[in-house]
Nanobody, 119 residues
Framework: QVQLVESGGGLVQAGGSARLSCAAS????????MGWFRQAPGNEREIVAQ????????YYADSVKGRFTISRDNAKNTVYLQMASLKPEDTAVYYC????????????WGQGTQVTVSS
């Protein structure tokens, strides 16, 4: 099992920046990729960004390209999401997730952290 704990977020003004952190514990050696998802009220959960832990290959949703950066610190088993030029539409609960190589979907989820961008 893998446990994920997010931190960061909170209330940010439009145009501002914030950083989310996700610390993994447990069977971290089994993790192939980690990602950030978000869910706004009334919307489905959507992927924001993901990174593979070995090669560092990244993926970003079109809506955040050029504004968000995902990075990882393998020594600390931690993944970060640096968010810049935040918009009110970025307001959501952000979830950290992890998956093994053999998995077809993300298996492990954090509890979520609220990011609110005020206009």
């Amino acid at each position: 099992q893998v446990q994920l704990v997010e931190s960061g977020g909170g209330l940010v003004q439009a145009g501002g920046s914030a950083r989310l952190s996700c610390a993994a514990s447990g069977r971290t050696f089994s993790i192939y990729a980690m990602g950030w998802f978000r869910q706004a009220p009334g919307n489905e959960r959507e992927i924001v960004a993901q990174v593979t832990l070995s090669g560092g290959t990244t993926y970003y949703a079109d809506s955040v390209k050029g504004r968000f950066t995902i990075s990882r610190d393998n020594a600390k088993n931690t993944v970060y999401l640096q968010m810049a030029s935040l918009k009110p539409e970025d307001t959501a609960v952000y979830y950290c997730a992890a998956r093994r190589l053999a998995a077809t979907a993300y298996e492990y989820w954090g509890q979520g952290t609220q990011v609110t961008v005020s206009s």
